[in-house]
């Protein structure tokens, strides 16, 4: 027979399996049950027991539709348990059962993650001569998928398909499912495109997974394009789809085509749920668009979709992130008259919101608030209530917090270990913060390599280089591995120390181990070379930066040209100022300002104010330092009366009241009434 030879070829399963003495049926399965829900399973058992000892014995559809509910309660050890009792699966059983009981039973061990078992059952039910249906493989296919065996899965549906078995919506959907979660969408957009030759063309389930897929590995051009497809195809995108897309198109600030998106829902009349407003609502929230958001808000309640805990959240958010605080904390209090009540995020983001406007007070009153109301606060509640108070220099008060966590149950993770860590290194309590290391491990928290890079830091920027290097020891004795960072803080806390020697030698070192130089290293060198005024070697380190997989960015081009600059050698820095826009880099004010120097005291102002006037063009607001760099050139160069033009029209621009002030006073003191005169 076809079919049997279809159900040979696909299951390859132990003879083992084959008996009823060796199923795994007759295990003793102990199984917990929710509080919740133990009277409801104590309930459907006993029902059970009492239909099989009925006389007559009822039809095996009563006793399938309460293994059924016990199965999707999760109780699958439960189901499997009665199955077993009753000898449903034997060659003798109670009641002749269906195909269904079998698939009820090969679906509980798959989802206790014991596929071989359900293959045995399948073997059991061919052999007792059922016909196993669409269902049977489809749970099978899931099971394995679930499993993370997504190549037996293809597997089985090559096999079953090959030998005339023709899958369902829900087969095709199981192994879409399961390639888009591997992450092989190509595969799942070959799948969907079979079934559009086969019997069971592609709806919006499948379509929708695949381009949640795409969409969450940033492959929106094509997700677009399966959108639009699918639409031409007449198949209705729903309020999966767009939200899908709206997050997507979120996560990369595209912002506008979100907007368009939730638009053609509407127009289209595409159920709007509050999760996919929330999503755009955060993402303009956090871009700072507030008004866009408070419209979408009042769109939102227009169509009756009721906001919840996490819309106001997002809003919350928003308002902080703009410093609006009072508008933040009357957000907050009327959540209780629109019926939200407010979860330890909700309070997280207030205190974290007054604690960046340098509110330290008003956050402690929300976090005192918060216990009285009987939430509980988390980690990021301290953790952010400790960064709000070192920042406010209340180091006293921070450092008791790890103990009040203690208090309410929470362990101090090694964040708020780096972050009171580090607070107190920014503040030069360098002592104090060598203290607290130490506490830290007796309070039987490991420091991290983060921890060793702070308190390193904290000594190099404090010209106590020596210290930093003791440090570096001790981390190497206490089996931590030092990284990149490491050894960034060291070498440029050597070459500010006048030890450049020592400095290469831990960058010898440090490929030595297998770290790579990142941007940073070179920076901190070129830095150092250029000020030391060792261009050529600069030079070649600059040269040789790409061939080491390192791509300069400003902060190079900024070293590099201020040391030619510094040597006289101008030409060459104009060379590479000019290279910036091939190197797809910008010059900012800093950029500008080094090139407009050099080229002020190379005595060639013409082209200094070329570039000031560029500068302008290209959206870069000079600062005070350009101007003073400007008048000085010109009045060095003994050009008063151009300093003076140039004053003049600076001061008629849109300059800033210090900029205006200090050109106002910038004259020598014999040019001043000209200078008065012409206002």
Known sequence: ????????????????????????????????????????????????????????VPPIPDFTKILSVIAKRNHFAAAISLIN??????????????????NIAINCFCHLKRVDFGFAVLAKATKLGYQPDCATFNTLIKGLCGSDKLHQAIKLFDRIVKNGFEPNVVTYGTLINGLCKAGDTHSAIILLQNMETSTCPPGIVQYSCIIDSLCKRKRFVEALKLFTEMKRKGVSPNVVTYTCLIHGLCSIHSWDEALELLSEMHARNVSLNVHTFSILLDALCKEGRITEAESLLSLMIQIGVTPNTVTYNSLIRGYCLLGKMDVARKLFDSMVDQHCTHSVISYNILIKGYSENKKIDEALSVFREMCNEDIVPSLVTYNTLIIGLCQAGRFEEALLLPYEMKSHGLTPDISTYNTLLDALCNNTKLDEALKFFDSMIDQGCTPSVMSYNILMKGYSENEEIDEALNMFSKMSKNGVNPNVVTYNTLISGLFHAGRPEEARMLSSEMKSRGLKPDIVTFNTILNTLCKNGKLDEARSLFNTMDDDGVVPDIVTCNCIIDGMCKSGETDDAYGVFLSLSSRGLQPNVRTYNIMIDGLCKASELDKANTLFLEMKANGCSADEITYKIMVQGFIRAKQTTRAIEFINRSLNGNVSADVKKWLNGCCPPMDQKILSSSN
């Open 1 to 56: 027979m076809k079919m049997m030879h279809v159900f040979s070829v696909a299951v390859h399963v132990s003879r083992k399996f084959l008996t009823s003495q060796h199923l795994p049926f007759n295990r003793s399965y102990t199984f917990a049950v929710p509080k919740n829900r133990n009277t409801d399973l104590k309930t459907l058992v006993s029902t059970f027991n009492r239909l099989a000892y009925r006389n007559p």
């Open 85 to 102: 009792q009753f000898d449903f699966l034997g060659v003798n059983p109670v009641l002749k059962p269906t195909i269904y009981v079998f």
